[in-house]
Structures are given as C-alpha cells and as structure tokens.
C-alpha cells in the first residue's frame, strides 16, 4: 500500500540537493525496538559517477557524526547506525558507528517525533538539510513506519527531501522480526521505492462537509486520492473505528489544501468517515478482486459424464470438484493424465497439459479434482484446476465383463474375454503408442491401446498364440460429431493381459486378505490353489509357490502387486497393496 498527503503549504527548509553530491536517501528513526534506539540508521548515497572522499565531512542536526578518511564510490551508499555492535547482530551488515563512545546511551539520537537532519561539507558548507516527520505527508505508522518496522526511503536520488510525499515506506522485507515486528528497508543498498508521482485512479473532492463521489467501487491494486478542496477535515477509514475494514487507512484531520493517495491492496468493503463532521461526512469504497476464486461445486462423476444423443458431454463447460479412485499410471509426464473412478465403477478422466499440482499419479490413490468438464475427440474428461490426495492404497473396483464396447463404459473398468492377437506385427513399440486388434472366437474386433507409458510399451509382445482375457481402461478417439464410435480399451500394464482360462473371482470364490497387507496376505478359496504367481507392477514375476493358504509379504517393497493364481485350469488375476 502507498499513502500519501501533500501540504500546499508545507514549510520548506533548506535544501541543496538538486546540486550536491551526495543525498540522504533511507531513515530509520523509530526502528521497532525499546530503549536505546540502537538499530537507528540514515543512509548517505553518492549520487555522482565518481568517487567521492568524505573525510571531515559532518552532520550538524538530527545526530552529530565526522566522517573519518572515507570515500564512497559513484553510486554507492554509506550507512550511517547508532550502534554498529547491535546492528550487525540484528541485520547481519556491517556499519559505521555514529556514537562509539556510547552506544547504549539514550543521547545522539534521531527524535521519533522529527527533526532536522542537516549534513555539511569539510568547508561547514550546507549540503542537504531537510525535517523529518511522523505525520502525513510523511509515511506515517498506519504505513509501517515510525515502531511498527519500516523504515522511510526517498522515492529517487535527485528529490527534494524536504517535501513529504517523496519518502515512502519501505516495500523491502528482510525477512526477520524484531520485537514482533517485521522488518522492511535496504540499508546500505539501492531503495526499493523508485517512483515518487502517484497517478491515482480515482479523485474524490472533499468539501462542504461532504465526499464527492461519496461511494466508490474500484479493484484491487487501485489508487483513491482524496483532495481537500475546502474545510479542515480528514480521512479515517482506520479498523478501530469500522471493525469489519479489511484493512486501515488514515489521514490526519488538516486545512483546504491536501491530498491523501491510499492503494488498495485487498478486497472487500471499506467504510470511512471525516472525524469531525462524521455525522455527515461518511463514505464507502468497495474493492473487488479482479481474479475471484472460483468455485467448483461437488458432483458425481456419473453426473458430470453423462452425454446427449450425439455423444456431446452435457455438463460440457461446467465446474465441478470429483471424487474418486485413481487408476493407471499417468500418461502425460508433462502433467496429468489418469482415470478416476468411484465405487460403482463409473470413470472420468483427468487432465492438465502443463502441470501436476506437485501429485504423483499412484492407482489406488482417493483424490479429489477441482476443474471444468472437457472433451476431447469424443472423450469426457475433467480440465484439473487443482488434486488433491485423501489417501493411498484403496481397494479398486472388479472389472466389468464386457462382449462389445460402449458409450456407458467409457472410463471404466472393463474386461474383454477370450480374444487372441490378430496380427501380432502391430505390436511396434514406437511413437506416442499404438493400436493392436484382437479377436474372439467369432472374429469380432477389439482395439487395445499401448500408451508409450505404461510398461508393456517396452516389453515384447505377449504369447501371441495364447488366448487372453484383457483387462483395462475404456477410452474413445473419434474425430468428428456425432461421437459415436472410436473406443478402444487402454490396459494399464502388461499383468492386464491374462492368459486364457482366467475367470472371475466369482468363480473361484477368492478372497485375498488383508488388503492392504503388511505381513501375511491369507488366501481363501472354495476350490485348491494349484499354483501363486507374485507379479511386480512392471510384469516381472518375483516369486512362484505351490499349494499354498498363504504368502509372506513382510520383506516385499510396499507397491501394488498381482497375485495370479491357478486352480485346475483356471487362472484369476488380483491386485493387492503392500504396505
């Protein structure tokens, strides 16, 4: 924020700036500390493209302070503190000291109130000597100054020090408190504050005990400047007075002639008043945040993902926040890219082109995703805004037996039976992915999707005279309305893929727990289990056990696994998570 008030009338001191070399360009007459004010410093700054030897140069008023045998170089800064011992634990710089002698006495030091601060040449002759205040148009400590942590710096080298408006309040912070106090300021270094003319946005006259206009509605970053055209009268728009004030802005009550500038830094509704004529006098700002969060109500994903007759998503465009369970890996390293699916097995993908909100894609994960309904070539998916992780490891969904693909299915959980490879030569390894064909036994065509990330990408081509029941993700690319066509199912790793005789766990009646399982994973089964295949996620087989009720899981990595298990001559596939 910047505030700001100018006295037509202001008394000037004397001031050779504009043709010395040297400026006085930081003060910190109050730093927020107690007692000695021994953190006080004035920053002298050669203004000139040559060094300059300052030696037998004084300050005479505001402190008293010879300068030894010094030169400072062309455009560099002296500092100048009350205690050079305090300092440099405090701020960690290394200064000169203007009271060595006594650096813990209360005397030769700056007024908190102001005064002159008056610096001469080793000829006593006048090179800069303004006064310093507390009060507007001085920063001010509704601004950060004067205790509350800031010190005041002149808005540019070559302006006249003595007018009020040309300090401003620090914007650099040092990154550490004192006394509960955040500290901002560049001792020693070039200003933070570079500008001194504010061009308000808005002006509202005040006179005849009135504020013309009296309500304003600006955004945030905006610049009010009250000019005074008539009357004593003030601004006070201070918390103390209006609680419900997102912040406070003040200017002392003064005669016709001023101006007060306050940038506002946040949103919401600001109500002030003239202290003196408050019954009359009162007046609103109401500053709106140009970029308003958004909100993203809570749906269903089966409610975001329904879709007219044309295959055209119906909630295209809205906003919403989804919660489910992942699955798959991410197919966009560069982002995101995964499925989300919830208990029912109803699915949604997910997608960000350029960024992952610092989530790995893990399946089992529960997220929720913030974000705005999308498609892409006929496929439904979310636009994620933001992920967020509810928890790992959570059981997933049994996969849907399907004879024929289906706009319903999309997104989910699916599994084709009993189909071989039609041409194992598609199965290429290159570029972004590729397509294979199956077939089942009557020759009815399948189209099954390798992703370039997932593991089977890089992996031969399974038996291609075996019959398998493939598992997987449904997804659509069809090109053109209506989208009625272009699904093809997406498996997630290579164990998808599952060798004929495979049946469902109905069939069986298996049931692997606990799962999530940390040490013993029990194996329960109406019928006898012939043969356990431990499978890593990227396809390797670890380990092979006979007749078994049982596996020790106790000394595996925590992952996802495949435990595959044989019984006579079916074959079942589940997933497990080690912990």
């Not at 610049?223 to 004030?245: A, C, D, L, Y």
């Not at 997608?351 to 498609?375: C, I, K, L, R």
Request: aromatic share 10%; hydrophobic share 35%; net charge negative.
């Amino acid at each position: 924020m910047i505030t700001r008030l100018t006295s037509l009338f202001a008394l000037m001191f004397l001031c050779n700036l504009a043709y010395s070399q040297l400026a006085i360009t930081e003060i910190s007459y109050n730093p927020p500390e107690s007692g000695t004010d021994s953190l006080e410093y004035i920053e002298v700054a050669n203004t000139t493209n040559s060094p300059i030897n300052v030696k037998d140069y004084k300050f005479t008023k505001g402190i008293t302070y010879t300068f030894p045998d010094t030169i400072i170089g062309a455009g560099k800064h002296f500092l100048l503190v009350k205690n050079a011992r305090s300092f440099k634990a405090v701020y960690n710089i290394t200064a000169a000291d203007w009271s060595p002698t006594e650096p813990l006495s209360t005397t030769n030091t700056l007024s908190n109130p102001g005064e002159i601060v008056e610096l001469q040449d080793n000829n006593l002759k006048v090179l800069v000597s303004f006064k310093y205040e507390a009060i507007a148009p001085w920063p001010t400590k509704t601004e950060g100054t004067d205790g509350n942590g800031k010190s005041i710096e002149l808005c540019m080298l070559t302006s006249d020090p003595s007018l009020g408006g040309n300090w401003k309040a620090s914007v650099k912070d040092l990154l550490f408190m004192h006394n509960g106090k955040e500290v901002f300021g560049t001792p020693g270094a070039p200003n933070s504050i570079t500008v001194c003319i504010i061009v308000p946005d808005t002006i509202v006259e005040v006179s005849s005990f009135k504020f013309t206009p009296k309500d304003l509605v600006i955004k945030v970053g905006e610049t009010v400047r009250w000019k005074n055209i008539g009357g004593s009268h003030n601004v006070n728009g201070k918390v103390e007075t209006f609680p419900s004030n997102p912040e406070s802005f003040f200017s002392g009550p003064a005669a016709a002639g001023w101006e007060y500038d306050y940038t506002f830094t946040k949103p919401g509704l600001y109500n002030y008043q003239c202290d003196p004529h408050s019954s009359q006098m009162k007046g609103t700002v109401t500053v709106l945040d140009p970029n308003p969060p958004v909100n993203y109500p809570t749906r269903t994903i089966l409610s975001v993902s329904s879709v007219n007759t044309n295959g055209i998503v119906d909630s295209l465009g809205k906003n919403c926040a989804i919660t489910g369970v992942v699955y798959g890996v991410n197919l966009r390293p560069a982002g995101l890219q995964f499925t989300l699916i919830d208990n029912n097995n109803n699915g949604i993908g997910i997608f960000n082109g350029n960024t992952n909100f610092s989530y790995t894609v893990t399946e089992g994960d529960n997220v929720t995703v913030q974000g705005v309904v999308a498609q892409f070539n006929g496929f439904t998916q979310v636009t994620a805004a933001n992920v967020v992780k509810n928890s790992g490891s959570n059981s997933l969904v049994t996969p849907k037996n399907v004879t024929t693909y289906a706009e319903n299915d999309e997104s989910s959980l699916v599994a084709i039976g009993f189909v071989k490879f039609k041409d194992p030569s598609q199965w290429v390894s290159a570029g972004s992915g590729f397509n294979v064909t199956m077939v089942d036994a009557q020759q009815k065509e399948f189209v099954v999707r390798i992703d370039n990330d997932i593991d089977a990408f890089l992996l031969p081509i399974p038996n291609p005279s075996q019959t398998y029941a493939v598992t997987g993700l449904l997804g659509q690319f069809d090109s053109s309305e209506p989208y009625t066509e272009g699904y093809q199912l997406l498996p997630r790793f290579i164990v998808d893929f599952s060798p004929a005789g495979s049946t469902s766990n109905e069939d069986l009646m298996i049931n692997l727990m606990p799962n999530p399982v940390s040490d013993i994973l029990e194996i329960r089964s109406i019928k006898q289990i012939d043969k356990v295949k431990i499978i890593d996620i990227n396809g390797r087989i670890i380990q092979t056990l006979g007749q078994v009720s049982s596996i020790d899981m106790s000394n595996m990595i925590n992952g996802a696994y495949i435990i595959q298990l044989t019984a006579g001559d079916k074959i079942v596939n589940r997933r497990v998570w080690k912990m």
